[in-house]
């Protein structure tokens, strides 16, 4: 019999196999430009990931894989996860056809268990929402990382999810939020109607799930912008953007983590 929490990830999953076709054929992921060699990757997590070159990598929740795939360009040895059978296959997919090597493997994170230990172990928007526990996701990270791995999350800040019109409640609770919506965050699928589960986690339990597995914390770093649209936003600079109705106000919209096993 599955617990609340496994109904809710099943619920989840159903919405991601409807959305990845759309995702694929989208002007916002641009899959064309991905495969001739477009980097899917920001400047912000770059900075954090720093030098890859042979370093053994574990990607969380990778979606379709244009992530993962970016970072095995750039010399590092990938190893990616994520739950939904539809986005791995065409992770897959395209790694054949781009011919850049990534082992990918559909899982869900909570309940992933591969036996080896990365240098680094990497996740990046709006990943942790998507996840009912945290707790179990530092260790799983702790778990899946070398001695002095480092663990990087480069995130949507809570803020930035409590403002929006249908924002979420700052601190976390065991029920998530739900929400039946048409389309999604990408152009394309106006007429594909989904149900979807979110939790929204403090930066506090953010940083005690990880703490409390093993991880000492040695940097966080606020960013007063989004690298790319999201509903609602303007463009206030070359790969920088702003909800519309704050423009004119300082408000955290991304944040980056770098935590190193102990």
């Known amino acids: 019999m599955m617990s609340d929490f496994e109904k809710y990830i099943n619920i989840n999953k159903i919405a991601c196999e409807k959305r ?16 001739t060699g477009e980097c899917s990757l920001n400047e912000i ?5 720093g030098n890859l070159k042979n370093k053994t990598l574990l990607h969380l929740q990778c979606h379709f894989g244009q992530d993962s795939i970016s970072l095995a360009r750039r010399g590092a040895n990938v190893t990616a996860v994520d739950f939904s059978e539809s986005a ?5 997919k395209t790694s054949t056809e781009v011919n850049v090597p990534v082992k990918f493997i559909e899982s869900d994170v909570l309940k992933l268990n591969i036996k080896n230990k990365f240098n680094i172990v990497f996740s990046s928007y709006g990943t942790i929402g998507w996840l009912p526990d945290l707790n179990k996701w530092g260790e799983i990270i702790s778990n899946h990382l070398k001695k002095k791995g480092k663990f990087i999350l480069t995130e949507f800040h809570p803020f930035c999810q409590m403002i929006q019109d249908d924002g979420y409640d700052y601190f976390y609770t065991r029920k998530p939020d739900i929400q039946i919506k048409y389309g999604s965050y990408t152009d394309g699928g106006e007429n594909i109607k989904t149900k979807t589960c979110w939790w929204n986690h403090s930066l506090t339990d953010l940083f005690t799930a990880l703490e409390s597995n093993g991880l000492k914390l040695t940097s966080f770093e606020e960013f007063d912008f989004c690298p790319f649209p999201l ?9 920088k953007f702003v909800f519309k109705n704050r423009s004119d106000k300082s408000t955290p919209y991304i944040f980056n983590l770098t935590a190193i096993k102990k």
């Not at 997590?45 to 990931?49: N, P, Q, W």
């Open 20 to 35: 990845t076709p759309i995702h694929i054929n989208s002007n916002f992921y641009n899959h064309q430009n991905f495969k």
């Open 231 to 239: 509903e609602g936003m303007i463009k206030k600079e070359k790969n």
């Open 88 to 92: 791995i296959s065409e992770a897959v």
């Open 45 to 49: 997590e770059l900075r954090a990931l």
